[in-house]
Structure formats: C-alpha cells, structure tokens
C-alpha cells in the first residue's frame, strides 16, 4: 500500500555529512510511524532512528548527537541527516514505515552509506 524509495547515499570521508531521504507513496504518509535502519557488512540490521505520528524521536546510542531525522509530510519524506560520520557507520540505509491503522509495515530497498578515506 505504500512504496519507499531511498536515496541520498553515497562515498564520503569520515567527519563528513550524508542528507538521506525517503520518499513515500500509494497512501497517506502523516499517519505513519517512519525510521530508519541499517546493516553494515556481516552484521544484522539495526535500528538507527525513528519518528511517530506526532513528531517524537528517538536514536541508537551510536548515532545520537550526530544523525537527525525529521519529516515532511507535505513532501511524504522523511529525511536522515548524518554529520561527523564515522567508518563503522557504513552500511545499506533503509526506510521504514509503519501503518497501525491497517495495519502494514513496508520496506525500501536501501541505499548504500560507505564512510571511509
């Protein structure tokens, strides 16, 4: 019912900063509850940051003071700033959203993060 599309990964070097987004479609965006997580290599997939319905947050401690994530939901998206990023913070980035009303959970495809010199 709604489609997610990552985008924004990319090469950089560690202390750098990656803006990713994720848009959404097919239903209504302001009702989901988004995050973002990720995978880095031979590792499982974790959590990086989420934001609900009514705006609160919350972070992995890996990344708090570093990564912000907002949204949009004039723009159905929701973003993932990262600053000062580090090596260990490569990885495949997903999007997720979360409908409770229906309820469904939905996927992007990822987009790759490599932090290294």
């Known amino acids: 019912q709604v489609q997610l599309v990552e985008s924004g990964g990319g090469l950089v070097q560690p202390g750098g900063s990656l803006r990713l987004s994720c848009a959404a479609s097919g239903s209504i965006f302001s009702r989901y509850a988004m995050g973002w997580y990720r995978q880095p290599p031979g590792k499982q997939r974790e959590l990086v940051a989420r934001?609900?319905?009514?705006?609160?947050?919350n972070y992995a401690d890996s990344v708090k003071g570093r990564f912000t994530v907002s949204r949009d939901n004039a723009k159905s998206t929701v973003y993932l700033q990262m600053n000062s990023l580090k090596p260990e913070d490569t990885a495949v980035y997903y999007c997720n959203a979360v409908d409770l009303v229906v309820p469904y959970t939905s996927w992007g495809r990822g987009t790759h993060v490599t932090v290294s010199s």
């Open positions: 934001i609900t319905r009514s705006g609160s947050t």
